[in-house]
């Protein structure tokens, strides 16, 4: 296959940084740049990775850093997330083969990505980018581990040694979880030689670790010498009305996407070829 010509918005991120590391160290030797603000810091690159500096409010500058890319990558935080709309213009004008929009979440039901902010902005992006006949395609990661097993964020508290259930039926139903390196090695698997017409219109799962309550209270268990878990379990009907009333939305809601079985990445699932991933035991013995 032919290498792909990529840019990438969102480099300082928490994907973001891994996954330029790992396109710029990917056999395929992929043409990677970094497209960054005036003023923002695009030290520490690797040495093959060029840094474009662009006002992404000028089509016209945008335009002409986007001329010969391939494939463009974003991984903005939550508050560039709308804003990617404004990007359209220049890379349909660019010929951009290619976009992969910020996700890097679970899949979300329609209901779901509009009741809430950040999923409705996610959204309203990939429908602005179909309306312009932008070739586009999503990354679902599950959720990072970074979060989900280091803080209590969907209710495992690994140094507290609790889990916290929505249901009774979380025992048996499965988390997908990835890490930022997982992340970013499917993203240098996926992205650097594959052509852009396979990608476009997928969307595209990752998982590292899939576990269910079950398995996710034996891990704790081992981790803290054989002491089972404290286990609590909240009804849907408490989890819905904590959804409601929280200020931030997305944990709870997390949390009975679990109870119900659907904290997936979907069907269309990418395995990164050789690599070694990381067991739930391993991650949980390193917290």
Same mark, same amino acid.
């Given at each position: ?30 043409? *990677? ?20 500096? *662009? ?127 997982y992340i970013a090695a499917a993203y240098a698997s996926l992205f650097a030689a594959t052509p852009a017409a396979e990608l476009a219109g997928r969307a595209i799962g990752v998982s ?18 054989? *002491? ?36 997936? *990445? ?11 991933r990381r067991t739930l035991e391993d991650f949980i013995a390193s917290i």
């Amino acid at each position: 296959m032919t290498a792909n010509t990529i840019a990438l918005i969102g480099h300082r991120g928490l994907a973001g940084k891994p996954i330029v590391e790992a396109l710029a160290a990917s056999s395929a030797h992929p043409k *990677v740049k970094v497209l960054h603000r005036p003023g923002s810091d695009a030290s520490g690159l690797p040495a093959n990775v060029e840094a474009v500096e *662009v006002d992404f409010a000028d089509t016209a500058a945008l335009t002409k850093a986007l001329a010969g890319v391939d494939i463009l990558l974003s991984t903005v935080g939550a508050p560039g997330i709308a804003a990617q709309i404004d990007l359209i213009p220049a890379i349909k004008a660019a010929g951009v083969k290619l976009f992969v929009p910020s996700d890097l979440a679970v899949l979300y039901t329609p209901h779901e990505r509009r009741a809430f902010g950040l999923l409705e902005a996610k959204a309203r992006v990939e429908e602005a980018l179909t309306a312009a006949g932008v070739p586009f395609a999503v990354v679902l990661t599950g959720g990072f581990t970074e979060y989900c097993l280091a803080t209590p964020f969907i209710g495992i508290d690994v140094k507290g040694n609790k889990l916290h259930l929505v249901g009774n039926d979380a025992r048996t139903h499965s988390v997908a979880l990835s890490s930022t390196a997982y992340i970013a090695a499917a993203y240098a698997s996926l992205f650097a030689a594959t052509p852009a017409a396979e990608l476009a219109g997928r969307a595209i799962g990752v998982s590292e670790v899939v576990a269910n309550g079950d398995q996710i209270a034996a891990a704790l268990a081992k981790k803290h010498g054989g *002491v089972a878990p404290t286990v609590t379990v909240q009804s849907l009907a408490d989890v819905d009305a904590e959804i409601k009333t929280s200020d931030f939305a997305l944990a709870p809601l997390l949390r009975k996407k679990w109870g119900a079985g659907f904290f997936t *990445v979907g069907s269309d699932v990418h395995i990164v070829p050789g690599y070694k991933r990381r067991t739930l035991e391993d991650f949980i013995a390193s917290i």
